[in-house]
């Protein structure tokens, strides 16, 4: 690779790999669009609609609607709505103590176990 490109990968934290086995297609597919679009341009937040998603993941509407709540529930993300404007930022290091015991296969430690 030359020395004159910018680096074209979206780091992602070690929380992600070590909590896929927790999450749900959909899930996982809404999560690495977030990644893409916020950790991929260096930001912390940024304003993605469901159409975006709908179109980063493949999935339907109601599938995409169900991996961000989803993925908010688990605490692997926050969605925040300005009027009709949704943002939405990773928290994968705060989300595996919110997965529910019947969903996880080891216990893993997290400060806001419940």
């Known amino acids: 690779?030359?020395?004159d490109k910018p680096e074209q990968f979206t780091k992602l934290p070690n929380q992600f790999?070590?909590?896929?086995?927790?999450?749900?297609?959909?899930?996982?597919r809404v999560i690495l669009a977030v990644a893409r679009?916020?950790?991929?341009?260096?930001k912390t937040r940024d304003a993605i609609s469901l159409s975006q998603l709908?179109?980063?993941t493949g999935l339907t509407r109601a599938n995409v609607i169900r991996g961000v709540r989803d993925a908010?529930?688990?605490?692997?993300?926050?969605?925040?709505?300005?009027?009709?404007?949704?943002?939405?930022?990773?928290?994968l290091?705060?989300?595996?103590?919110?997965?529910?015991?019947?969903?996880?296969?080891?216990?893993?430690n997290s400060s806001h176990a419940n």
């Open 17 to 28: 790999f070590d909590a896929m086995q927790h999450m749900s297609h959909a899930e996982m």
């Open 72 to 91: 908010c529930r688990h605490r692997f993300m926050n969605h925040y709505k300005s009027g009709r404007i949704s943002h939405y930022e990773l928290t």
């Open 37 to 42: 679009k916020t950790c991929g341009w260096h």
């Open 54 to 56: 709908e179109e980063l």
């Open 93 to 108: 290091g705060d989300g595996i103590a919110a997965i529910p015991s019947d969903r996880k296969s080891t216990r893993l």
């Open 1 to 3: 690779m030359s020395d």
